[in-house]
């Protein structure tokens, strides 16, 4: 599973959809997604983060999926800031 980043139409919100390992166990597993928020000030600038949480991957599915409907884009141009 990879990791994905959603921007809005004002491009001014970002969202980044990636796997969440849980480490606690001795042999990790991918069972749910990390979702983190980032607010975006200045292109040139880092996306501040603003909070995260943790999802299903059935529940993070179906945010995408409305986020998508929302007019929400796939993007990489913050892939190297996180």
Same mark, same amino acid.
């Given at each position: 599973?990879?990791?994905?980043?959603? +921007?809005?139409?004002?491009? @001014?919100?970002?969202?980044?959809?990636?796997?969440?390992? @849980?480490?606690?166990?001795? /042999?990790?597993? +991918?069972? %749910?997604?990390? +979702?983190?928020? %980032?607010?975006?000030?200045?292109? /040139?600038?880092?996306?501040?983060?603003?909070? /995260?949480?943790?999802?299903? +991957?059935? @529940? %993070?599915?179906?945010?995408?999926?409305?986020?998508?409907? @929302?007019?929400?884009?796939?993007? /990489?141009?913050?892939?190297?800031?996180?």
């Amino acid at each position: 599973m990879e990791e994905f980043t959603l +921007i809005n139409k004002k491009r @001014d919100r970002i969202k980044i959809f990636k796997p969440f390992e @849980d480490v606690s166990k001795p /042999s990790p597993t +991918i069972n %749910a997604m990390e +979702i983190k928020y %980032a607010c975006v000030y200045k292109r /040139s600038s880092k996306p501040v983060i603003k909070g /995260s949480r943790v999802e299903s +991957i059935e @529940d %993070a599915r179906k945010e995408y999926k409305k986020l998508l409907e @929302d007019g929400w884009k796939k993007t /990489s141009i913050f892939k190297s800031y996180f």
